[in-house]
């Protein structure tokens, strides 16, 4: 699989500015998910397995808003970097993480409700 990011509620222009100059040198396969696709599972927004079928476009809600970044098949240098260059642009996007065997059959919403639980522990934010 060629490494892949997966880009979820990137809006502010800046910000995007920013991630190109980072993520575009790299060669990195980058995918900005519209929500009418969040129906899919990270393995079919990836090119790992086929897309589902999914409703009209008008009939999805989007489920969340924060933006989210999905790492599909990165390196380690690759991802060490890709972090760095993150922070070195002070690019704040706490919802990251790995496609995983355990995640790939997941939605995007059922990832991000995941990460935000991890998040929320991680910061003791849910005490």
Request: positive net charge.
């Given at each position: 699989?060629?490494?892949?990011?997966?880009?979820?509620?990137?809006?502010?222009?800046?910000?995007?500015?920013?991630?190109?100059?980072?993520?575009?040198?790299?060669?990195?396969?980058?995918?900005r998910i519209p929500v009418s696709q969040y129906g899919q599972t990270l393995a079919a927004l990836c090119g790992l397995e086929g897309p589902a079928d999914l409703p009209s476009e008008s009939a999805v809600t989007p489920s969340f808003s924060d933006p989210m970044m999905i790492f599909a098949g990165l390196s380690e240098m690759t991802l060490n970097r890709v972090l760095a260059g993150l922070r070195a642009q002070q690019i704040r996007i706490p919802y990251k993480a790995i496609l995983t065997s355990t995640n790939q059959h997941w939605t995007?919403?059922?990832?991000?409700?995941?990460?935000?639980?991890?998040?929320?522990?991680?910061?003791?934010?849910n005490q």
């Open positions: 699989m060629k490494e892949t990011i997966l880009l979820f509620n990137i809006t502010d222009r800046n910000t995007k500015l920013k991630l190109e100059r980072i993520l575009l040198p790299l060669k990195l396969r980058i995918r995007p919403e059922e990832c991000f409700i995941e990460i935000k639980k991890e998040h929320e522990q991680m910061h003791g934010l």
